[in-house]
């Protein structure tokens, strides 16, 4: 039986699902074809155990996963869970303790909030061997560096610094134990030493939710955002964050905690954070949480905005990475 790229990917690609594995895989009811497909080509491959966990429409919003997947999770060697809908202020939470629950055992997890068909289609269905080639070669340029200067034509000129901090590769290929992240993926990243970013950088592509017609300018000083400019759009962010301000941990709302870089052909500006960060040519500066082994920052906020900018200039301890959006490696 032929199935799509997307399926051959997710299955044989990306998590390397092998006989005799344990899986676990949570999808919701907008995803049912493609949980049937990945069943029909999960059990192809012989798995020990497979279990399934559809999120019914009826219990949404649900905060919280039943306590006997979280169990499950520390017990399988594979973890997938891909949903259509998410709604973030009440259920990101469960996304979170998903993460923990997988980190206390041994299993391979990927996840992929707020999936549709088209995704599949494009982000889902690209090279990953590709991705990981150029993710793994941005990496291994930024390893033990220190400064960066970002620059794009609207006026970016962010210097921060990374010293000490762990460069992660969202390469999309867990193949080893306790490996996950997001798929679609393709994004190369790494949290800056919190206090020590400065300067300007112009958001001309997206925030979540936000596709942005009139950049937003924020000034930043010592690491946290002291000034937003902009439109409607840039409004709608001050919105964003001072909701966030008004939670536990709000302080830290405004603190720049990322750095990515785009890795994958496929990805399309959408106003989705998990297809538009990983959009080649683009870098993402981020505000808000990285207080997680998967950032390794040290900054705590209920929120996590990623801001995505157009051709930029990416320069690394004097030595040029991406030259107006076009890659140097």
């Known amino acids: ?138 990496g291994d340029r930024l390893d033990g560096r220190a400064r960066v200067r970002i620059t794009t034509p609207l006026g970016t000129d962010l210097e921060m610094e990374i010293a000490g901090r762990t460069v992660m590769r969202d390469t999309g290929l867990f193949h080893n134990p306790r490996d996950h992240g997001n798929l679609p993926a393709g994004e190369c990243y790494v949290a800056p030493i919190e206090d020590r970013t400065n300067g300007v950088f112009v958001v001309d592509k997206s925030y979540p939710g936000i596709l942005i017609d009139e950049p937003i300018r924020l000034t930043v000083e010592r690491g946290r955002v002291v000034d937003i400019a902009g439109g409607r759009e840039a409004r709608q962010l001050e919105d964003m964050i001072r909701d966030g301000e008004r939670k536990p941990h709000g302080e830290g709302c405004r603190v720049v905690c990322e750095l990515g870089i785009g890795t994958n052909p496929n990805a399309r500006l959408q106003g989705n954070v998990l297809t538009d960060e990983k959009v080649m040519g683009t870098v993402h500066i981020a505000i808000g949480h990285n207080a997680l082994a998967s950032y390794g920052g040290q900054n705590r906020a209920p929120l996590h905005l990623d801001g995505v900018i157009g051709e930029p200039t990416l320069v690394v301890d004097g030595a040029t990475l991406i030259d107006g959006g076009a890659y140097r490696v």
């Open 1 to 138: 039986m032929a199935f799509p790229r997307w399926v051959e990917n997710i299955v044989d690609v990306c998590m390397a699902i092998q006989p005799g594995e344990k899986v676990l895989l949570i999808t919701d009811e907008p995803m049912a074809v493609m949980r049937r497909q990945l069943v029909e080509r999960i059990v192809q491959v012989g798995p020990g155990e497979l279990w399934t966990y559809t999120v019914a429409d009826a219990t949404r919003p649900l905060p919280h996963y039943p306590a006997a997947l979280y169990e499950l999770a520390g017990q399988v060697d594979v973890v997938l869970i891909f949903e259509h809908r998410r709604n973030p202020e009440i259920e990101t939470p469960r996304a979170l303790e998903m993460v923990e629950a997988v980190e206390r055992g041994q299993a391979r997890f990927a996840s992929g909030p707020m999936i549709n068909e088209s995704i599949l289609e494009h982000e889902l269905s690209a090279d990953y061997r590709e991705i990981a080639s150029l993710t793994n070669r941005l």
